[in-house]
């Protein structure tokens, strides 16, 4: 996670906010906070920026004469909240860069702030400059959340407000998504705070419920200490608007947006769970350490430890990925391709010749126990999404 919040002002032409505008901005709007003039004389020069103090600490905007390099998707996010989210993309000429600085090395006292303190602090900050400068068209908050100064001017008034009335919106976004017959919505913008994005998947809730059950958490985790949040494999008891269990996994995203905290259905109310095999029939009818544990007994591809639940509608088709397979065969084979399995196998056919099945599958018993401990590393690395039996699909809008 990054220390510092940095957000982009888009503005229609480059030019930095009236300083003393700016700080009577600051007073009105934050009357608590303690601001005072730039440490940089006042100039021209687009390569000089704007410090303002506030408090113990210093807030710099640095003058940009070029637009922010255009992001299809992002503005795709902004205009599910602000329709007009493109057409001010494309006005601005300009951009001011605002962050809050490191205390200098002199000022020992200062303490140096985490990006959950700095953030308040930019928020803050960010409102008074488009409080104090017309001619601001658009905000994105961390590079990945646009909004309109309108949105900007109102909530970050409550920069400094505990949860769950802190602006979260400004700082993420809340992107729904639909797998079969199910709606879902995972956030981008929270892993900075949480360290995890959310990834919301409970079936039989429609998108006005995902976006609310998901802002409510996410409001909690911006909040709350990350490591005694939502602990991985804790289950939640249904509720009044959820009629089954929900499952929490700490897992990689479906969607490539790293390390997530998954909320998904643990009973399969809608039906959409369907069985595979971990090791194929394919393998098992032809590996020979297989052929041989299943001689013994130690092996049945029917098994319910050869099996595991996945959604379909996760994947773009149900054909096996040749390299999870070829994955497999190849662990499978190391386990064969020593002295002590040359030896074994000896014996166990020796005994299986004699009719003495008891004393075959003794013998064959480390490679059963291997095979298994395969078998649950598999299932829990596909849980997790470690490893993908099928090809993921992507996000699809609802």
Same mark, same amino acid.
């Given at each position: ?9 888009? +503005? ?11 700080? %009577?901005?600051?007073? #009105? ?26 408090? @113990? ?16 998707? +992002? ?19 300009? *951009? ?42 658009? #905000? ?14 109102? %909530? ?8 769950? @009335? %802190? ?7 809340? #992107? ?39 802002? %409510? ?32 996994? *700490? ?46 007994? *130690? ?63 003794? #013998?064959?018993?480390?490679?059963? @126990? ?29």
């Amino acid at each position: 996670m990054t220390n510092i919040p940095i957000a982009f002002i888009l +503005l229609e032409d480059a030019r930095l906010p009236d300083e003393e505008a700016l700080i %009577q901005s600051i007073r #009105v709007r934050h009357p608590d906070l303690r601001c005072s003039r730039s440490t940089v004389a006042p100039s021209d020069s687009a390569a000089r920026p704007m410090l303002i103090g506030i408090g @113990d600490h210093v807030m710099t905007i640095f003058l940009i004469p070029e637009p922010v390099p255009f992001d299809q998707r +992002l503005w795709e996010r902004a205009s599910s909240l602000w329709p007009e989210a493109f057409h001010a993309a494309g006005r601005h000429r300009a *951009h001011l860069v605002v962050a809050a600085m490191d205390p200098a090395k002199s000022n020992a006292e200062t303490k140096a702030l985490g990006f959950a303190e700095r953030t308040p602090l930019t928020t803050a900050f960010l409102g008074a400059v488009l409080a104090a400068m017309p001619g601001v068209v658009a #905000v994105i908050w961390g590079g990945k959340v646009g909004r309109s100064p309108e949105m900007w001017l109102e %909530q970050s008034s409550r920069a400094f407000e505990a949860y769950p @009335d %802190q602006p979260f919106g400004l700082w993420m976004d809340i #992107v729904p998504f639909r797998s079969g017959e199910t709606v879902g919505a995972y956030t981008l913008g929270l892993s900075a705070f949480a360290g995890r994005e959310i990834e919301f998947e409970v079936d039989g809730l429609d998108e006005r419920t995902v976006t609310g059950r998901v802002a %409510q958490l996410s409001a909690f985790l911006i909040a709350a200490d990350p490591d005694t949040s939502f602990k991985n494999g804790e289950v939640f008891k249904p509720d009044s608007e959820i009629d089954h269990r929900v499952a929490v996994l *700490h897992r990689k995203s479906r969607f490539n947006l790293g390390p997530v905290i998954s909320f998904s259905s643990l009973d399969d109310r809608a039906g959409r769970n369907k069985t595979y095999p971990i090791i194929p029939p394919s393998i098992a009818a032809n590996h020979p350490l297989l052929i041989m544990l299943a001689k013994v007994g *130690h092996f049945d591809p029917a098994h319910p430890r050869n099996k595991i639940g996945l959604k379909p509608d996760h994947y773009l088709s149900e054909v096996r990925l040749e390299s999870f397979d070829e994955g497999l065969t190849q662990a499978l084979s190391r386990m064969i391709a020593t002295d002590a399995y040359a030896e074994a196998d000896i014996s166990a056919r020796s005994a299986l010749a004699r009719g003495d099945t008891a004393t075959a599958k003794s #013998v064959l018993q480390p490679w059963a @126990d291997e095979v298994g401990q395969l078998q649950g590393a598999v299932m829990l690395a596909l849980m997790l999404r470690d490893l993908h039996m099928f090809a993921p699909a992507p996000h699809r809008s609802p």
